[in-house]
């Protein structure tokens, strides 16, 4: 089968420009995660040089990514054992990541966000702003959840030996990401295959021993934390006023709205470019990111053609939802729905 709504059809009869939006729909809950994957998986293949401008901004978006899919994991998995208020808390932190996206690209959950080569566009004084503020007020937002359910009575007799897994049978069915790590293994593609310069940063690898719902509940807290503390790094890295936001490949870039319309040889290049009458070079490629909930995967066949000649997404909810009817053998129904939001399976990224 091919992934929902074949997605991996559609992007072989699309320019790769135009392929980033239909990554949006793959984990939806952490879309720029998808976005800056394929691009980077493309400049791969054409060999792009990127700033390091450039992938420093991709860390932070990155990162503030992976801390809204947590988000979403973990108040989810407080709802299903009747514990809403964190929830209701938790959220507000959720909506302030989604105004820092719409400052910079115009979304919120379907982004589009960045191009083959780097950003569309400068990211505005006010979403340099949201982030500080970001910083400044969620770690007491973060810390307040917790406070709710790290140590509850309730919450932990629910989620303490639900749905647990060992790390060789994880291994076997090919768990990678959070429900990899709760089982004990320290596996993260940020460090086992460092790309957009992650190999810059200092931050540790959260990981379990049962692999249950509380661990994966705990790993995802703490890698909450982790990537607060990677967006930090970043910022310090940043030069706030530099010009750079793409490398130089204007065959995949599109040029400034004001060339557009005042220069021919911009405005050949911006048709070009929508319309997909640019050649990419022939190769094989495969590049991995760490998604929201494990390694997300792109293996991209070129011909030479200005479409993908075959196009493949590892997705990483597809293949550890196969573990879910073994991990629910025998347990409560009441528990077999905490597994499955443990679990965080997004259903954009199953079979069609």
């Not at 066949?301 to 573990?323: E, K, M, N, W």
């Amino acid at each position: 089968g091919y992934i929902h709504r074949a997605f991996e059809k559609l992007a072989e009869r699309r320019p790769y420009a135009q392929i980033t939006p239909i990554t949006d729909r793959l984990n939806y809950c952490s879309s720029p995660i998808n976005n800056m994957g394929w691009e980077m998986t493309v400049e791969k293949l054409i060999g792009a040089d990127i700033p390091k401008r450039v992938q420093y901004m991709r860390v932070v978006i990155m990162e503030l990514s992976r801390i809204s899919d947590h988000i979403i994991c973990n108040s989810v998995v407080g709802v299903d054992t009747g514990a809403l208020t964190g929830f209701t808390y938790i959220f507000q932190a959720r909506e302030k990541i989604y105004e820092i996206f719409e400052d910079i690209c115009g979304a919120r959950l379907t982004t589009n966000i960045g191009r083959i080569g780097g950003f569309e566009r400068q990211w505005p004084d006010s979403a340099w702003a949201k982030i500080d503020t970001f910083l400044k007020e969620f770690p007491a937002e973060l810390k307040q959840f917790e406070n709710l359910l790290m140590r509850n009575r309730i919450f932990m007799e629910r989620t303490i030996g639900a749905g647990p897994i060992k790390v060789d049978r994880a291994l076997q069915y090919g768990f990678t990401g959070p429900n990899l790590r709760a089982a004990g293994l320290d596996h993260d593609v940020r460090v086992m295959n460092p790309y957009s310069s992650y190999e810059d940063f200092t931050f540790s690898i959260p990981i379990g021993k049962e692999g249950d719902v509380y661990d994966r509940f705990m790993v995802r807290e703490q890698e909450m934390w982790e990537s607060l503390s990677i967006i930090e790094q970043a910022l310090k890295k940043i030069d706030r006023k530099d010009p750079v936001i793409s490398g130089n490949v204007p065959e995949f870039y599109l040029p400034p709205k004001e060339a557009v319309y005042n220069n021919m040889e911009a405005l050949i290049y911006h048709f070009k470019i929508v319309m997909g009458e640019t050649d990419i070079p022939v190769g094989e490629v495969y590049h991995s990111v760490e998604g929201g909930n494990g390694e997300l995967g792109f293996y991209l066949v070129s011909d030479g053609g200005r479409t993908p000649y075959r196009l493949h997404f590892r997705r990483p909810c597809f293949i550890y939802y196969q573990a879910y009817p073994e991990l629910i053998k025998g347990s409560m129904l009441s528990d077999a729905i905490l597994t499955m939001s443990s679990m965080n399976v997004i259903a954009g990224e199953l079979d069609a």
